[in-house]
């Protein structure tokens, strides 16, 4: 792939890398975003909630809907004095453009407009609608970003047939991953009773650590289910286990146990608990859990949606996609409840949150080129 900087794509990133929109402040990037697509036609509606900034952007009212959706916001830099170059001040070298957010993800929002630019220019009357779905808050607690743009249009009866993340997915090379799925996250916080008492009388106390024992001990060992062909089986996996006062002559009154499933499509969240609740029970525990469901799995299998991102891909770099279901979650899980065929793409994630994060120059434009092949599949067939 060969590009020089000078580029729509590349131009638009390094404005975006310039605003320094720590989680969940926006600093100007939706506006900046609107202003580029306001001459297209678009329709905007900010659905701004708890401090976060959202904004829907819609280009006409047919199906299909193919939407992009994305996030302005970064995490922190950590020590500036850490980077090579200033983090909010977009600085080209040795090929790669430096900045926070340049492959987390604001070359992709780049990629997204001047895709969208080029794509309405050459198919004004095109099929379908364009879309865009983004949040300040998805590097944050993400309970005011994209959920809360999804519960309104669904509030609305209004759904999406194809929706395009823009996350850093490609590993070595641009395009060759794809994530079209993504585990669901569920956590307990298991609270397991004892009584408290001095270790050499434990006749008058009752230790929930050994009591707890033969339990973690099952949990660990269950196969919760087999996968697919596209998830590997569900994990239970502890996190942190505590207990105690500190002293090594007194039983512990209680035992805290942080745990989490990251569980395949082939299980639900319901039967993960039920099943626990179970074996808990069985050993005689006197427990108390609470539960917090992070995130639903999702999948997008073979579809229309795949089939042209990766030939998108093949046609604009000549790489063979591999679809992926690993990694955590992303605003992917809130989308894929309105919208049939969610998958995410984007630069490569080798440096993403780390200091001196960064993105290859001659992938920049080629990022925009693969983008607007897949409107032109998806909106444009006849003009291929």
Request: proline share 5%; aromatic share 8%.
């Amino acid at each position: 792939m060969t590009s020089t900087p000078q580029t729509a794509t590349f131009a638009l990133a390094c404005d975006l890398i310039a605003r320094s929109s720590v989680t969940p402040e926006d600093a100007g990037c939706l506006e900046l975003i609107a202003e580029r697509l306001a001459p297209l036609g678009f329709h905007f509606e900010r659905i701004d909630t708890g401090g976060v900034s959202n904004l829907w952007a819609r280009r006409g009212t047919a199906a299909p809907i193919l939407c992009f959706a994305g996030h302005t916001d970064v995490v922190p830099t950590g020590p500036e004095s850490a980077w090579q170059t200033r983090p909010f001040e977009p600085t080209v070298r040795e090929g790669y453009l430096y900045g926070r957010g340049a492959a987390d993800m604001k070359t992709s929002l780049a990629a997204f407009v001047t895709s969208i630019e080029r794509f309405v220019a050459a198919n004004p009357d095109h099929e379908g609608s364009i879309a865009l779905l983004l949040t300040s808050d998805e590097e944050g607690i993400a309970t005011h970003g994209t959920v809360k743009v999804v519960e309104a249009l669904a509030g609305r009866g209004e759904r999406l047939d194809y929706c395009i993340v823009g996350e850093p997915t490609s590993v070595n090379t641009l395009g060759d991953t794809i994530k079209n799925g993504r585990r669901g996250s569920l956590s307990g916080t298991l609270r397991v009773k004892g009584v408290q008492g001095h270790v050499a009388y434990p006749q008058l106390a009752r230790n929930p650590i050994h009591e707890f024992a033969p339990a973690l001990a099952e949990l660990a060992s269950i196969r919760w289910d087999e996968g697919n062909e596209f998830f590997p089986p569900t994990t239970w996996q502890v996190s942190n286990i505590h207990a105690g006062t500190g002293a090594n002559n007194v039983i512990p009154g209680v035992c805290e146990v942080l745990f989490n499933f990251r569980f395949a499509s082939v299980s639900t969240a319901n039967e993960l608990k039920r099943r626990t609740h179970e074996i808990l029970d069985r050993h005689g525990l006197d427990y108390e859990l609470d539960w917090h469901l992070s995130g639903k799995p999702f999948l997008t299998g073979r579809g229309k949606l795949v089939a042209a991102l990766t030939d998108a891909i093949r046609d604009t770099v000549g790489v063979e996609t591999e679809l992926s279901t690993s990694g955590g979650t992303s605003d992917g899980r809130f989308i894929a409840d309105i919208c049939s065929e969610v998958v995410e793409f984007g630069p490569v994630n080798a440096t993403i949150h780390k200091v001196d994060e960064r993105v290859a120059v001659d992938a920049i434009e080629p990022l925009s080129t693969i983008y607007e092949g897949t409107l032109r599949t998806l909106l444009a067939p006849n003009r291929k």
